[in-house]
């Protein structure tokens, strides 16, 4: 009997949907798994087509396209070379769906384990497609009974007894776990917590990579069965890092101490989400770049920087759209930021298309004064020239608009809002400024744009505005980004009751001025492209409010 297993932890960027090329993906990680010597390649969940899938396992070409791709799996496993765990839908003659792991070995499927629990909230809706299994047993793979589970099922501890007391010798987990902050100590103390239950060693294999709105970080690791961690991969990477298990000859089953990769602190983890996130949505899409208004403003140079980062300088075009509220340090920092990332800038004054606006609607304006109506027609003469641009040269449109702006509306539909995927969608503008002045600092692993500073210091220091009527700050009619952001973390991340953000010390009045913004905004962010998630609430698929609603909290 085996007495050391040595196990690949191979971290796959699937594209969903991409059956074939997902196999590819796979074969790739266990030719590389059989070269560094080890027993089993083991990817993470739905590998095979990409986490999520979301309605394509309804589609009977789709299943038969995987069934075709796990029999070709299973065909490379006769060469005498690594067992694989691979993750995929399976559909039952009984016409139930499930969310498998699927073990391949000498020339045939020979083992396969269901999901237990569905995850059924934030970001996740598998109760929507997929059927719920009972709670399986331990596979055989290699001559060792493994514990063998599939994301969820490691959030609750009924899987994992189950499979210990029926004789399980360690735990290894499956996993499409998408990035948020601080999501590494939940999985962690999870991973713990079924260690302490069970006494046995856990090994857990994440995917990587973006898919639309999400991003997933990697970062597999094992524990021991003390819950000392023995391996760590790298965050943000493809690629595998091999985990072995000794079983004594007493039976007693130890992970053994292998590489342990240091882990990002949080703003660097952040800009490795996002930059991941528009390289993923960009290339897997197929676009040839991105093009972006360049406003000489906080937002717009951190997207830029990012977009450099993740595309390199020649996929990314810049414009400066000024009007006749550009201030000429907005002039000067917006060309400041082109030079340092090494982009394409060209300008494009918006000033005869206001005026034509003007024109044409003076006769029904009539006497009316100006308003934020004439501010939202720069808006949306910006976003028409960008998808112009768009349209001609086939680049994706970035947006700059941050999380603050979003949760109260100050981002204009049809306007700065125009686009097709943005960075800072779930940034509040405090972190925007951290995230700046970290990246001024510093140049990530594998950025394709420039050491040292991205943006000027005025791009930061200097005080926030949309620059759309004379001398405007963003102060002017929002509280302080410092109390703004504290208030939205309380109302959106936490749900908290407005007497408790009263209680902290925040004035009733602007806590509920800034409620009623974050709700009837609603109709705005149903309508918002694409962007990518960081936080535990982000706009979209974990944040679901009806658009016509009248609650309001009176507490």
């Not at 016409?95 to 384990?113: C, K, Q």
């Not at 959030?155 to 776990?177: K, Q, T």
């Not at 260690?195 to 094992?222: C, R, W």
């Not at 970035?398 to 949760?407: A, P």
Request: glycine residues 10%; proline residues 6%; aromatic residues 6%.
């Amino acid at each position: 009997m085996t007495q050391l297993l040595t196990l690949a932890l191979a971290q796959i960027n699937p594209v969903v949907g991409d059956v074939d090329g997902n196999a590819e993906r796979l074969l790739e990680a266990r030719r590389r798994a059989a070269e560094q010597g080890a027993d089993i390649c083991v990817a993470g969940e739905l590998a095979l087509v990409g986490y999520p899938p979301e309605d394509l396992v309804r589609k009977p070409a789709f299943m038969r396209a995987v069934r075709q791709n796990l029999d070709r799996l299973a065909a490379s496993t006769t060469d005498g070379g690594p067992a694989m765990v691979v993750g995929a839908p399976l559909a039952d003659d009984d016409g139930r769906l499930y969310n498998a792991a699927f073990v391949l070995d000498d020339g045939r499927i020979t083992g396969v384990v269901r999901k237990h629990a569905l995850p059924n909230y934030g970001v996740f809706d598998e109760v929507r497609v997929f059927d719920l299994a009972p709670p399986a047993g331990p596979v055989m793979i290699r001559g060792w009974r493994v514990g063998l589970m599939v994301c969820e099922d490691m959030w609750r501890a009924d899987s994992a007894e189950c499979l210990a007391e029926s004789g399980a010798e360690f735990l290894l987990v499956i996993n499409g776990s998408p990035y948020e902050v601080d999501k590494r100590d939940q999985r962690l103390a999870h991973a713990v917590a079924r260690i302490h239950e069970t006494g046995l060693p856990l090994a857990y294999v994440n995917l990587v990579g973006g898919q639309d709105e999400l991003v997933f970080d990697g970062a597999s690791f094992m524990l021991d069965r003390d819950g000392s961690l023995k391996v760590q991969a790298p965050a943000w990477v493809s690629g595998s890092i091999l985990a072995r298990i000794r079983r004594s000859e007493a039976g007693e089953v130890c992970a053994e101490a292998g590489e342990i990769a240091p882990e990002p602190e949080v703003l660097e983890a952040i800009y490795a989400a996002m930059t991941l996130g528009l390289a993923d949505y960009v290339n897997k899409n197929g676009f040839p770049g991105v093009v972006l208004g360049l406003s000489g403003g906080i937002d717009s140079a951190l997207s830029l920087a990012v977009a450099v980062d993740a595309l390199g300088p020649d996929r990314v075009r810049t414009v400066m759209m000024p009007s006749r509220y550009t201030s000429r340090d907005s002039l000067d920092d917006a060309a400041e930021c082109a030079r340092l990332t090494g982009v394409r800038l060209d300008e494009i004054p918006i000033e005869p298309a206001v005026q034509a606006f003007s024109t044409m609607l003076a006769p029904v304006f009539g006497d009316r004064g100006p308003d934020v109506t004439e501010e939202n027609i720069q808006s949306r003469i910006r976003g028409v020239t960008l998808m112009a641009l768009s349209n001609k040269f086939g680049d994706m449109v970035l947006t700059t608009g941050n999380k603050s702006e979003m949760s109260v509306g100050y981002a204009t539909l049809y306007g700065d809002m125009c686009g097709g995927y943005s960075v800072l969608k779930d940034v509040y503008k405090l972190t925007v400024f951290e995230l700046s002045r970290w990246r001024n600092g510093n140049r990530p692993e594998g950025a394709l744009g420039p050491d040292g500073p991205v943006m000027p210091e005025r791009v930061i220091s200097k005080p926030p505005s949309a620059e759309l009527r004379e001398d405007q700050k963003d102060e002017d009619s929002l509280p302080p980004y410092e109390r703004l952001d504290a208030i939205l973390e309380g109302l959106v991340e936490k749900e908290l009751p407005h007497r408790v953000l009263v209680e902290q010390g925040f004035d009733r009045d602007e806590v509920d001025r800034i409620a009623r913004l974050l709700y009837v905004a609603e109709y705005k962010r149903r309508q918002a492209p694409p962007g990518v998630k960081i936080t535990p609430r982000a706009f979209g698929r974990d944040r679901r409010y009806p658009i016509t609603n009248q609650f309001r909290d009176r507490a």
